[in-house]
């Protein structure tokens, strides 16, 4: 089992940044791809970005790349979103989320943490 808990979450007006933390107990998280995902009110769960279990590798949806990176910290059991040139339609809420595979994919996240409240205001 894994336990994942978020923070870094907040208010913040547009242009501006935020790294968020996902912080991984119970387990190393050295051998498990990790990925952030958002959702905003209406709307679905989308995927942001993942980083596999090395931290070698990395993908990020079209609308965060190049603003957005994702990295991971083994010696800490934590992965961070660093998130900048945020924009309005970024708020949501992000969760981060561990699994064997580094997919895009929710459903192949066996592992979720609770979600940080990201809110930009223009």
């Known amino acids: 089992q894994v336990q994942l808990v978020e923070s870094g979450g907040g208010l913040v007006q547009a242009g501006g940044s935020l790294r968020l933390s996902c912080a991984a107990s119970g387990r190393t998280i050295s051998d498990n791809a990790v990925a952030w995902f958002r959702q905003a009110p209406g709307k679905e769960r989308e995927f942001v970005a993942t980083i596999n279990y090395s931290g070698r590798y990395t993908n990020y949806a079209a609308s965060v790349k190049g603003r957005f990176i994702v990295s991971k910290e083994n010696a800490k059991n934590t992965v961070y979103l660093q998130m900048n040139s945020l924009k309005p339609e970024d708020t949501a809420v992000y969760y981060c989320?561990?699994?064997?595979?580094?997919?895009?994919?929710?459903?192949?996240?066996?592992?979720w943490g609770q979600g940080t409240q990201v809110t930009v205001s223009s």
């Open positions: 989320a561990a699994g064997q595979y580094f997919t895009a994919l929710a459903r192949d996240y066996n592992y």
